[in-house]
């Protein structure tokens, strides 16, 4: 990996590492467990469009570790890595389809398996079917969450990238 390649994975690890704390210092907008916009997503998208989906996987990983050890518990791990790696892979798929071109599906897809992923932890931790009586909730608030998302790295990715080149 080059010099200027692995500068900018750091670069995009600390910004989505940044907008992870602001987002984790803002009180949550439902009073729902694991509900929440997912704004460091933003940064997975732009690096799928834009990079690889190694790079996205490499960013991701090292997002999700630092902010565990920074500002979870073990846990928080978990349920991160379930939902982060499901998103990840789906809308790479979604894009693959979509050849390669963003849309705002992607980040919908994105929202909605990321929230299905933790909701499996949830359940494999638990073993309690009353978990499941959140999937409704987790559904919509993963599309609605994923669309604006998807809508925000369209437009943060427009004018980022050229300046990154």
Known sequence: MSTKKLTLLALFTTISLAVYAIESAIPPLVPLPGIKLGLANIVTLI????????????????????????????????????????????MAFTMKLLSKRFSFLTGAMGGISHNLGQ???????????????????????GILAGLFTGFCAGAVGRYLIPHLR
């Open 47 to 90: 690096l799928l469009e834009h990079y690889s989906l190694r790079d996205a996987l490499s960013v991701l990983l090292a997002r999700i570790l630092l902010s565990a050890l920074l500002f979870g518990q073990a846990m928080s791990l978990v349920y991160s890595l379930a939902g982060g790696i499901a998103s990840l892979f789906v």
């Open 119 to 141: 909701l499996a932890v949830a359940f494999a931790v638990t073993a309690a079917p009353g978990v499941l009586s959140l999937l409704p909730f987790f559904l919509i608030s």
